[in-house]
Nanobody, 123 residues
């Protein structure tokens, strides 16, 4: 079992930044990859980015490339999502998820999910 808890969301103006954190517990942190997803109101949940078990590989969706950065601190069992140059369309609930397989764009590949943290970007 893996427990995930996101934090760091909030209200920010367009162009601003936030850093989301996801603290993990349970199975050894370095044994699984982590992904970030988001769900805007009345929209499907979508992939944002992911990082491999030891941080050697990352994946990003096109809208995240150049603005968002995923990192992990295996000593602190925490994964981060740095959000820069935020836009109103980034408003969503952001979720982290864990996979014991390969990191992927597909949410079905992830086994454990956090409860989410709300990010609201005002124009």
């Amino acid at each position: 079992q893996v427990q995930l808890a996101e934090s760091g969301g909030g209200l920010v103006q367009a162009g601003g930044s936030l850093r989301l954190s996801c603290a993990a517990s349970g199975r050894p942190f370095s044994s699984y990859g982590l992904g970030w997803f988001r769900q805007a109101p009345e929209k499907e949940r979508e992939f944002v980015g992911a990082i491999s078990k030891r941080g050697g590989m990352t994946l990003y969706t096109d809208s995240a490339k150049g603005r968002f950065t995923i990192s992990r601190d295996n000593a602190k069992s925490t994964v981060y999502l740095q959000l820069n140059s935020l836009k109103p369309e980034d408003t969503a609930v952001y979720y982290c998820a864990a996979t014991f397989g390969s990191i992927s764009y597909f949410e079905g590949n992830y086994d454990y999910w956090g409860q989410g943290t709300q990010v609201t970007v005002s124009s």
